[in-house]
């Protein structure tokens, strides 16, 4: 059920002190645009409260973008995509530039687990910018100029009502609805979105019952299917590649994977979805990115371990070739990285977005051991808010340096991300 009405009192757009409220219907002057990687390339895409598409001009030429998603049941906007070419030079809509990528990848911001959470008893305070501060992580990002963005998933966190008389929270919108989108991830994430190409993971926030409709309209690479869409409800997608010059990034849609235990059905459809992710990338280096990580502790369990994907263990095992380097995640609410003692990919997570923290998170994951696994080497920072940068180094070695930053641009930590090894700061 939607606890949403376009009827609802909204707040605008105010600053007083450390709060700033961002609650505000969709209107006519709703306009997002960006660019995303799907499968077989790259796509413009728009977001308009308009009632026709605009055009976008690609390398001098006008050319018409064309619907993807009209307006529906609490989604009073009309989204809008065009293919965009390889080896395009320029594009602009309306004319404002879009980001177009560069011959390869030199420098990915991460982030993930964006979104305001309002939950029943988990509240948190959306109109104070110090204690949801995605946006301030998002415009300082934008300023580190990377050439590709990659979200890990978790855009859409505000499902319930904010209580009465809650200041932090009050006349925030909730439910799978467009003014919930517009003020979790659109608004906010407005100049980063206009800063590179994205990468979108497809998060437990954003499956059938939670946030599923938005991310079928709006962000989910493959085409939309209405059936679908309106329901919210879209099975597993397929994985698909992008090429990040010398590497390629394999993206996994792992929304649903049971985290508690070992669901034999998903194992299998897993197992071949890693199998197709990593064959996109032949016998070059190949990095995952899911949304749920595999081998990762929070410590939600104990000391040792707690928080790993008991499912997606059962499916990787076998099917990570040695090719296959890193595993990029988010949905633990920390900046992190593993390596193991086993010959498996290294683990990075960037969940620290804006969300609040995880809990019992350890302070250094090194020497425990996670479902049968034992971290060599790692870094963790709980209670900052903030992104991940991962830089190629320019000496040619095919090393990279994965930083994390808090929301002001300050580095927390820094491993060197070598094959499957790491050594961290």
Not at 11 to 17: D, S, T, Y
Not at 168 to 188: E, I, L, N
Not at 236 to 256: E, I, K, N, Q
Not at 375 to 381: F, M, Q
Request: proline share 7%; charged share 20%; glycine share 12%.
């Amino acid at each position: 059920m939607t606890h949403f009405s376009l009827a609802m009192p909204r707040v605008g757009v105010c600053v007083a002190g450390a709060w700033l409220c961002l609650g505000a219907p969709a209107n006519a002057t709703d306009n997002f645009h960006w660019v995303q990687y799907v499968p077989g390339g790259l796509e413009a895409r728009v977001a308009t409260g308009r009632q026709e598409c605009p055009g976008i001009v690609i390398d001098g030429q006008t050319r018409p973008m064309s619907v993807r998603s009209g307006p529906g049941p609490d989604y009073p906007v009309l989204v809008c995509v065009a293919p965009l070419p390889s080896g395009a030079k320029e594009a602009a809509i309306e004319g404002v530039p879009l980001a177009l990528p560069g011959a390869r990848a030199e420098r990915i911001l991460v982030i993930g687990d964006t979104g305001c959470r309002l939950k029943g008893k988990l509240v948190q305070a959306c109109n104070d910018i110090s204690r949801w501060p995605f946006r301030i992580g998002a415009d300082i990002g934008a300023e580190f100029k990377p050439d590709l963005i990659l979200h890990v998933g978790d855009f859409h966190y505000r499902e319930s009502s904010c209580p009465l008389d809650n200041r932090g929270c009050a006349g925030t919108p909730f439910g799978d609805a467009w003014d919930v989108w517009r003020a979790d991830f659109f608004s906010p994430g407005e100049t980063l979105l206009n800063a590179a190409p994205w990468v979108f993971v497809r998060g437990n926030h954003e499956e059938c019952e939670r946030g599923g409709k938005g991310w079928a309209r709006a962000l989910d690479p493959y085409p939309w299917k209405e059936e679908e869409g309106v329901t919210g409800c879209l099975g597993p997608a397929r994985p698909f590649a992008v090429d990040l010059g010398g590497v390629t990034l394999g993206v996994l849609d792992v929304s649903t994977a049971d985290d508690a235990k070992v669901n034999e059905q998903q194992v299998a459809w897993y197992r071949a979805a890693f199998a197709s992710a990593i064959a996109q990338g032949g016998d070059g280096p190949v990095w995952l990115t899911l949304h749920r990580p595999i081998w990762v502790t929070d410590g939600s369990t104990g000391k040792n371990q707690g928080g790993d994907n008991k499912t997606l263990a059962a499916a990787a095992r076998d099917a990570l070739k040695p090719n296959v380097q890193l595993l990029i995640s988010g949905h633990h609410h920390v900046f992190e990285a593993m390596s193991y003692v086993e010959d498996l990919p290294s683990a990075l997570v960037s969940g620290h977005g804006g969300d609040e923290f995880s809990p019992d998170v350890p302070a250094s994951p090194v020497g425990l051991t996670v479902n049968g696994v034992t971290v060599k080497a790692g870094i963790a920072r709980p209670g900052i808010y903030g992104f991940s940068m991962l830089e190629r180094l320019r000496d040619g070695s095919g090393k990279w340096n994965f930083t994390g930053y808090d929301i002001h641009g300050q580095k927390i930590g820094q491993c060197l991300v070598e094959g499957r090894n790491l050594a961290c700061e």
